[in-house]
Each structure stands twice: as C-alpha cells, then as structure tokens.
Nanobody, 115 residues
Framework: QVQLVESGGGLVQAGGSLRLSCAAS????????MGWFRQAPGKQRELVAT???????TYAESVKGRCTISRDNAKNTVYLQMNSLKSEDTAVYYC?????????WGQGTQVTVSS
C-alpha cells in the first residue's frame, strides 16, 4: 500500500505564490509518475502537472508558465511551485502517484486564492 501526504496549501492573494509538497511512503518498488490534479467546486478533477521518473513533464495549458513541478526521487516526493496565482486556481489539490500501474491519491489540500 502506498500513502501520499500533501502539504503546503492555504490562502493566498491573487498574484501570490504557494509551494505544494507530496511525500509518498509505504511499499514502493517503482514510482512511474507523480503529479498533481485539482478539483474546484462543481467541477471535475483535472490534471495540473505530472512528472515521470525520467523527468518528462506534462502541464495543463491553464498553468503553463506559472507552475513548475519537480521531484526528489530519492525522497519519493513531488513538489508544485505555483506563481502568479489567480482566483480560478482555487481548488482542492490532490497528489497522484502511479506505482506499478496502480494509481494512488492523497487526501487533498485546499488552495484558496483571494482576489
């Protein structure tokens, strides 16, 4: 079983920055991919950014240029640096990991951007 624990969410003013962290623990043989998704009230969960173990990244168009995903493979930790935050970035952010083709989710961390 793999556990994902997120941290770093909170309330920030528009234009501000936040850094989210997610640490994976448990029986981890090989993490294929780690990343972040988000879900705003009344909307479906959507991809924000992912990074493979090899370093390949994928970003949602809405966050390109404002967010940077990074990983510390030795610590099984993924980070999301978010800059120039907008009110539409307000959502619960979920950490995601794919381990041996199984998908795991964190409990979510709230990000609220005030305008």
């Amino acid at each position: 079983q793999v556990q994902l624990v997120e941290s770093g969410g909170g309330l920030v003013q528009a234009g501000g920055s936040l850094r989210l962290s997610c640490a994976a623990s448990g029986i981890i043989f090989s993490i294929d991919s780690m990343g972040w998704f988000r879900q705003a009230p009344g909307k479906q969960r959507e991809l924000v950014a992912t990074m493979s173990t090899a370093g390949t990244t994928t970003y949602a168009e809405s966050v390109k240029g404002r967010c940077t995903i990074s990983r510390d493979n030795a610590k099984n930790t993924v980070y999301l640096q978010m800059n120039s935050l907008k009110s539409e970035d307000t959502a619960v952010y979920y950490c995601n990991a794919i381990v041996v083709s199984r998908t795991y989710w964190g409990q979510g961390t709230q990000v609220t951007v005030s305008s």
